[in-house]
């Protein structure tokens, strides 16, 4: 069985930082590309971050391009999430999701909120 | 990347079908045929219903269809169910590891 366990969230403070993990198990991550997505309360779903098998490709939404950094340590099966100069607006349950082969989120955690409020 | 279109919500009742719209561009649902539909229940994880514009997962009931004309795709529940009734989301893959969400549709079963 897929699990994607995803953590790290919490509450902090506009302009502060935090790092969400996702540890997969059932999974070999090395096999996919790893995506964030985010769903702010009440709100619809969002792409936030994607990186290559490898970790070589990355790439971001503008809202969070130059704050946010993705990267993942296949040897952990874990991949992470660095926000930094976080605002309110990112304020949401992040998931993590591999890409399945037909670019589609076949497996999904139960996310982790993060909530930027002073 | 801009949202893709959706209308935000739909309504029919036990046994009618429903179509939930998904509009976006060329760079996207019109240009590359990796449009996915996800369902959402309330504090739940979204879930796929169809990804590759048409094709099923396994267990996704054949009720389920998708479709797509230009930048339009589709999504049509025909027999509607009680337990169909949530959020729905289209998502295009946009190239280079991107992709794109509609706004979600709420679908109402009367």
């Known amino acids: 069985e897929v699990q994607l366990l995803e953590s790290g969230g919490g509450l902090v403070q506009p302009g502060g930082s935090l790092r969400l993990s996702c540890a997969a198990s059932g999974l070999t991550i090395s096999s996919y590309a790893m995506t964030w997505v985010r769903q702010a309360p009440g709100k619809g779903l969002e792409w936030v971050s994607a990186v290559s098998n490898s970790g070589g490709s990355t790439n971001y939404a503008e809202s969070v391009k130059g704050r946010f950094s993705i990267s993942r340590d296949n040897s952990k099966n874990t991949l992470y999430l660095q926000m930094n100069n976080l605002r309110a607006e990112d304020t949401a349950t992040y998931y993590c999701?591999?890409?399945?082969?037909?670019?589609?989120?076949?497996?999904w955690g139960q996310g982790t909120l993060v909530t930027v409020s002073s | 990347q801009s949202a893709l279109t959706q209308p935000r919500s739909v309504s029919g009742s036990p046994g009618q079908s429903v179509t939930i719209s998904c509009t976006g561009t060329?760079?996207?649902?019109?240009?590359?045929?990796?449009v996915s539909w996800y369902q959402q229940h309330p504090g739940k994880a979204p879930k796929v219903m169809i990804y590759d514009v048409s094709k099923r997962p396994s267990g996704v009931p054949d009720r389920f269809s998708g479709s797509k004309s230009g930048n339009t795709a589709s999504l049509t529940i025909s027999g509607l169910q009680a337990e169909d009734e949530g959020d729905y989301y289209c998502c295009s893959y946009a190239g280079s590891y991107t992709s794109v969400f509609g706004g979600g549709t709420k679908l109402t079963v009367l």
């Open positions: 999701a591999p890409y399945d082969s037909g670019w589609y989120f076949g497996y």
């Open positions: 060329s760079s996207d649902v019109g240009g590359l045929n990796y």
